[in-house]
Nanobody, 120 residues
Framework: QVRLVESGGGLVQPGGSLTLSCAASGNILRINAMGWYRQAPGKQREFVASITSGGSTNYAASVKGRFTISRDNAKSTMYLQMNSLKPEDTAVYYC??????????????WGQGTQVAVSS
């Protein structure tokens, strides 16, 4: 089992910056990859960024060049550095982990989410 806890959300002005954290506990050595998703009211949850255990990253086109995903294995924590924030970035941000349960099977765990609001 893996537990994920997000933190760092809040209210920021357009053009501002914010850093989100996702602390993982439990069977963290079974995590193959982690990522950030977000969901605005009335909209579907969408992919934001991901990072593998080897450090490879991927970003949604809407955030590429503005957001940076990173991971500190010693602290079992993943981060999302968000710069040049726009009102469209307003959403609840969720931490996700792809966890290996067997040699050929995996499952996903989700955190509870942290709210980000970009407004003047």
């Amino acid at each position: 089992q893996v537990r994920l806890v997000e933190s760092g959300g809040g209210l920021v002005q357009p053009g501002g910056s914010l850093t989100l954290s996702c602390a993982a506990s439990g069977n963290i050595l079974r995590i193959n990859a982690m990522g950030w998703y977000r969901q605005a009211p009335g909209k579907q949850r969408e992919f934001v960024a991901s990072i593998t255990s080897g450090g490879s990253t991927n970003y949604a086109a809407s955030v590429k060049g503005r957001f940076t995903i990173s991971r500190d294995n010693a602290k079992s924590t993943m981060y999302l550095q968000m710069n040049s924030l726009k009102p469209e970035d307003t959403a609840v941000y969720y931490c996700n982990a792809a966890v290996r349960s067997t040699a050929s099977a995996m499952y996903e765990n989700w955190g509870q989410g942290t709210q980000v609001a970009v407004s003047s």
